[in-house]
C-alpha cells in the first residue's frame, strides 16, 4: 500500500515541472526557420483561373499566387505574434549568408543547422495549408470545397456563380537553442461553414491592397486563422 502511494506521489511531482515550465513567448526573441505556404490541387485550380490579377514575379520557378500568400500572409503572422504574443521576431535576413533562402527569399532551414549557424535564444517553423476536405462515400464535397461542377442548366445561366470554401490550417513548432527536439507546438484553423462566390473580390487583399476584415475573401480567412494561433500561443 504504501509502495503505491509512494508511485502516485512521484509520478504526481514527475508532471509539476511540465506545467511550471510552460514556456512564456513574450519578450523572447525568435527566429524563423522556415515560413511555407501549401496549396492543395483543389485549391489552387480554382485560384489558377484568376492568377494574372496576382502581382508577377522576378524568378522563373517561383509561383506568383504562392509568392503573394507568404508574402501578405507573413506579414500579417509577424504583426499579430509581436503584438499579441509579445514575441521579438527577428528580421528574416537576420542571419545573411548563413542562413539558406528558398525560392520566396524566406529561410529554409533545418533546425540542427540553425543552431549551428544562428545564435537565437528561440527558432520557429511555420506552415500555412490552405486545403479542402475529402469527399465522402456518395463522391461528393462536403464543407470544406462543395461540389460546384456546374450543370449543363447552371453552366448555360448568366448568374452561375462558382463558390469555394477553404480551410486555413497553421502548424508552428518552436525550438530552444538547447536542443533539436520541439519544446511547443500550436496550431489554429478556420473553416467556413458557408461557400465563398468565386469572384476577383475573393482575393482583394492579395491581388491589390483592398483589405477586409469580415471573412468574405480569402486573406481575411487567412487573417482570422493568425488571430487565432496567437490566442493559442498567448494562453
Do not use: W
Not at 515541472?17 to 526573441?29: D, F, G, M
Amino acid at each position: 500500500m504504501r509502495s503505491s502511494i509512494r508511485y502516485i506521489a512521484l509520478a504526481v511531482a514527475a508532471l509539476l515541472p511540465a506545467v511550471s515550465l510552460a514556456t512564456n513567448y513574450n519578450n523572447k526573441q525568435i527566429a524563423v526557420i522556415s515560413y511555407s505556404v501549401s496549396v492543395d490541387e483543389v485549391c489552387m485550380q480554382k485560384i489558377k483561373t484568376f492568377e494574372d490579377l496576382f502581382p508577377s514575379v522576378e524568378k522563373s520557378n517561383a509561383d506568383r499566387i504562392i509568392a503573394r500568400i507568404t508574402d501578405v500572409s507573413y506579414a500579417f503572422f509577424e504583426e499579430q505574434l509581436e503584438r499579441e504574443v509579445g514575441m521579438y521576431i527577428l528580421p528574416l535576413n537576420a542571419f545573411g549568408s548563413k542562413f539558406d533562402y528558398d525560392i520566396y527569399g524566406y529561410p529554409d532551414m533545418s533546425i540542427n543547422k540553425a543552431m549551428r549557424k544562428g545564435n537565437s535564444k528561440y527558432y520557429m517553423k511555420v506552415e500555412l495549408l490552405i486545403t479542402h476536405k475529402p469527399a465522402d462515400t456518395n463522391g461528393k464535397l462536403f464543407g470544406i470545397i462543395n461540389d460546384t461542377t456546374p450543370s449543363q442548366e447552371e453552366a448555360k445561366s448568366e448568374n452561375y456563380v462558382e463558390t469555394v470554401q477553404p480551410v486555413i490550417m497553421y502548424n508552428v513548432t518552436m525550438y530552444s537553442e538547447k536542443g533539436v527536439l520541439p519544446i511547443d507546438k500550436f496550431s489554429a484553423e478556420i473553416a467556413p461553414e458557408e461557400a465563398r462566390p468565386l469572384t476577383k473580390e475573393f482575393f482583394y487583399g492579395l491581388i491589390n491592397n483592398e483589405h477586409k476584415d469580415d471573412g468574405s475573401t480569402l486573406m481575411s480567412i487567412i487573417d482570422q486563422a493568425i488571430a487565432r494561433l496567437a490566442r493559442n500561443i498567448k494562453k
